[in-house]
């Protein structure tokens, strides 16, 4: 389906969890077109470059009112794959029984063509996921470890998660940071050796609620997303998840502008600390009480590429009602 495309005009919200910056940066090597052959998303194409960097826009929270001018943004083709990218989380939930059940669901949703879909079950059930799910959905390792593998019980290496049939591994969630302790420094190892198994890596960042509240959702992510930085040579394989902690399974959830403008930062962290291409090609997507009611008015937000879904996504019917949130992007583009 061809759509026009033509410049969207968007106010930054008040009463967000950041603070406010006027300015943007612009994505180097994007150019604007008269038309677009398919929708394939939203990204900014903004008129000039600003200086203040990712702290200019998460440098903590504020009340504060936003510019009184509005930014004039157009629909571009995404970079990469150019589509939307929804994964489901499935943590440490489901048995055989509960499993085939939600891959049956699974098999018979109508899904939109636009969107990239990896599900993520636990271990030990990966082989019967793998086996049994459409192809039209791939699958994902929940962690992996920093080598090969050896003796260190418990672990999972990439070599295995590849051997099953993964294509994808989540790193850096919050549950494995807080819980159970990883560290930047060690996710960032997780990566780079991930990435040597072709694994695509969905990279997750995120702060938790003190940390919002002090203001330093900026030192946080910057760090968090520095680590991967630091580790990956190569970023065409890597979808980075903002995932705020405090929205993850407590049924809060950022609104669609306060998610917006996270992704913008961190963007414009990319443009600025990897490289524009990266920045303009590298998908982010939102994760934090995702759901199916929900998930259309964040999916309108331009720099919002899909969502990483927990809960969820272990209801056949709704997690399909999420992957096909697409829709509200395409008609934001119409």
Not at 24 to 49: H, I, N, Q, T
Not at 88 to 94: F, I, L, R, T
Request: aromatic share 6%; glycine share 10%; charged share 20%.
């Amino acid at each position: 389906m061809a759509h026009t495309c033509r410049p969207v005009h968007s106010a930054t919200a008040t009463g967000s969890i950041c603070a406010r910056s006027s300015s943007r940066s612009k994505g180097s090597g994007v150019a604007a077109v008269a038309s677009c052959p398919k929708f394939v998303g939203l990204r900014r194409l903004d008129s000039k470059s600003g200086s203040e960097g990712f702290a200019a826009v998460l440098g903590g929270v504020s009340s504060s009112s936003s510019s009184s001018s509005s930014s004039t943004r157009g629909i571009v083709s995404m970079g990469g794959s150019g589509k939307f990218f929804v994964g489901g989380n499935w943590k440490c939930n489901g048995n055989s029984e509960s499993i085939k059940k939600l891959v049956d669901d699974l098999n018979s949703a109508k899904l939109e063509d636009d969107v990239d879909v990896v599900v993520a079950p636990p271990f030990v059930y990966i082989p019967q996921v793998v086996s049994t799910l459409t192809k039209r959905i791939d699958v994902a390792g929940q962690n992996s470890w920093t080598g090969k593998g050896g003796a260190f019980t418990g672990e999972i290496s990439a070599d295995m998660l590849a051997d099953v049939g993964s294509k994808w591994v989540i790193l850096g969630h919050s549950e494995r940071r807080h819980i159970l302790g990883e560290s930047s420094d060690t996710i960032g190892k997780k990566s780079a050796y991930a990435a040597t198994k072709d694994l695509g890596i969905i990279a997750c960042v995120g702060e938790k609620l003190e940390e919002r509240e002090s203001g330093r959702t900026l030192d946080v992510v910057s760090d968090q997303l520095q680590a991967f930085a630091d580790s990956l040579p190569d970023w065409s394989n890597v979808v980075i998840a903002y995932e705020p902690v405090w929205a993850i399974g407590t049924g809060k959830v950022a609104t669609p502008e306060q998610a917006q403008e996270v992704h913008a930062a961190i963007r414009k962290w990319l443009s600025e600390k990897v490289s524009p291409e990266v920045a303009s090609k590298t998908r982010i997507i939102y994760g934090g009480s995702v759901n199916g009611p929900n998930s259309s008015e964040l999916a309108k937000r331009e720099d919002i590429d899909g969502f990483l879904v927990g809960g969820a996504s272990l209801k056949g019917p709704e997690f399909a009602t999420i992957i096909n949130s697409v829709t509200s992007k395409k008609k934001v583009a119409a």
